[in-house]
């Protein structure tokens, strides 16, 4: 199979399961919204080696914010609920109760299973904390120099898949940066799904397990062109250089609806191959098969939700 001239690699990804959370952050205006998802973002790259594999869903218009204001839907992935609180907790106490302006909203009201949020960060009030009802949903008031720090009591949880991928193989560095931009570009536009990494983006493909037995994971060496000739390759011969699109999603259509968008933005001249990262079915339960999705996304990527981050 062929999207022009680039082949497209009779091959799958592999995803998992993963829990995830779902917070609105408004803030005064666009410059303290940026300083807020800088923040509450950084570090959320890999569950590897982070407390959650975090980043923006997509921006939300001031009519579709709850207080009118500029803001923005966040996605949080953990392996469990436990887990994607804490990150939660912490990421909201640190990052964005310290930036001014802000404010942070529950994006699942509805779901069922609920993690601690502002009723963990409460108690930074010391004792001046209120608590208010809004539409039967809680929130705490807690008082900073700038006014106060509005925040939901509590963040709903709900089934996520994670790990969905491709890899871009380009004749040229250049040529795998601007097809890898493009990419996440398409995908950025699709609802409930994130690209987590630096960009969206990762240099580091990685395999399961090492040689190094305190390592859970480690560089994909078949995808190395500097490895080419001493390991097993899986770079087209025309391919000087890879890098990996990982896309965690709400579920399985919102994963492969994303991935086909990307691939599908990614093709170009100066790139000969795009295949996926799998470790042979033994990772994850979601394989995600790229000429199969091709078959089903053939028409050109959806214009963007307008609908409620919730």
């Given at each position: 199979?062929?999207?022009?001239?680039?082949?497209?690699?009779?091959?799958?990804?592999?995803?998992?399961?993963?829990?995830?959370?779902?917070?609105?952050?408004?803030a005064?205006?666009?410059?303290?919204?940026?300083?807020?998802?800088?923040?509450?973002?950084?570090?959320?790259?890999?569950?590897?080696?982070?407390?959650?594999?975090?980043?923006?869903?997509r921006?939300?218009?001031?009519?579709?914010?709850?207080?009118?204001?500029?803001?923005?839907?966040?996605?949080?992935?953990?392996?469990?609920?436990?887990?994607?609180?804490?990150?939660?907790?912490?990421?909201?106490?640190?990052?964005?109760?310290?930036?001014?302006?802000?404010?942070?909203?529950?994006?699942?009201p509805?779901?069922?299973?609920?993690?601690?949020?502002?009723?963990?960060?409460?108690?930074?009030?010391?004792?001046?904390?209120?608590?208010?009802?809004?539409?039967?949903?809680?929130?705490?008031?807690?008082?900073?120099?700038?006014?106060?720090?509005?925040?939901?009591?509590?963040?709903?949880?709900?089934?996520?898949?994670?790990g969905?991928?491709?890899?871009?193989?380009?004749?040229?560095l250049?040529?795998?940066?601007?097809?890898?931009?493009?990419?996440?570009?398409?995908?950025a536009?699709?609802?409930?799904?994130?690209?987590?990494?630096?960009?969206?983006?990762?240099?580091?493909?990685?395999?399961?397990?090492?040689?190094?037995?305190?390592?859970?994971?480690?560089?994909?060496?078949?995808?190395?062109?500097?490895?080419?000739?001493?390991?097993?390759?899986?770079?087209?011969?025309?391919?000087a250089?890879?890098?990996?699109?990982?896309?965690?999603?709400?579920?399985?259509?919102?994963?492969?609806?994303?991935?086909?968008?990307?691939?599908?933005?990614?093709?170009?001249?100066?790139?000969?191959a795009?295949?996926?990262?799998?470790?042979?079915?033994?990772?994850?339960k979601?394989?995600?098969?790229?000429?199969?999705?091709?078959?089903?996304?053939?028409?050109?990527?959806?214009?963007?939700?307008?609908?409620?981050?919730?």
């Open positions: 199979m062929f999207i022009g001239s680039t082949q497209i690699v009779d091959t799958f990804a592999e995803a998992f399961r993963l829990r995830f959370a779902r917070l609105v952050v408004t005064h205006d666009d410059h303290w919204l940026e300083a807020a998802i800088r923040a509450a973002c950084g570090y959320g790259t890999s569950v590897i080696g982070c407390d959650a594999e975090v980043g923006v869903e921006r939300l218009g001031m009519g579709e914010t709850p207080d009118g204001r500029p803001g923005v839907a966040l996605m949080a992935f953990a392996f469990s609920a436990e887990a994607v609180g804490k990150a939660l907790a912490n990421r909201t106490s640190q990052c964005l109760l310290t930036c001014p302006t802000t404010a942070v909203f529950d994006g699942l509805s779901a069922t299973e609920r993690v601690p949020l502002g009723g963990h960060v409460r108690f930074f009030g010391d004792g001046f904390e209120k608590t208010k009802m809004f539409d039967d949903r809680r929130f705490w008031r807690v008082p900073v120099m700038d006014g106060e720090f509005l925040v939901e009591e509590s963040a709903g949880v709900a089934p996520g898949v994670g969905g991928n491709f890899i871009v193989q380009a004749r040229t250049e040529a795998a940066l601007e097809s890898a931009r493009r990419a996440v570009e398409a995908i536009a699709l609802p409930a799904v994130i690209t987590p990494f630096p960009g969206g983006v990762v240099r580091s493909g990685s395999k399961v397990g090492s040689r190094y037995a305190a390592l859970r994971g480690s560089t994909n060496e078949a995808f190395c062109p500097g490895l080419s000739g001493r390991v097993a390759t899986s770079l087209h011969p025309d391919a250089c890879g890098l990996e699109i990982v896309i965690d999603g709400a579920d399985e259509a919102a994963v492969g609806a994303a991935m086909a968008a990307g691939i599908h933005a990614a093709a170009g001249r100066d790139v000969p795009i295949s996926a990262g799998n470790y042979g079915g033994k990772l994850g979601f394989h995600f098969h790229l000429r199969g999705l091709l078959g089903i996304h053939q028409s050109a990527p959806p214009a963007p939700s307008t609908a409620p981050a919730d």
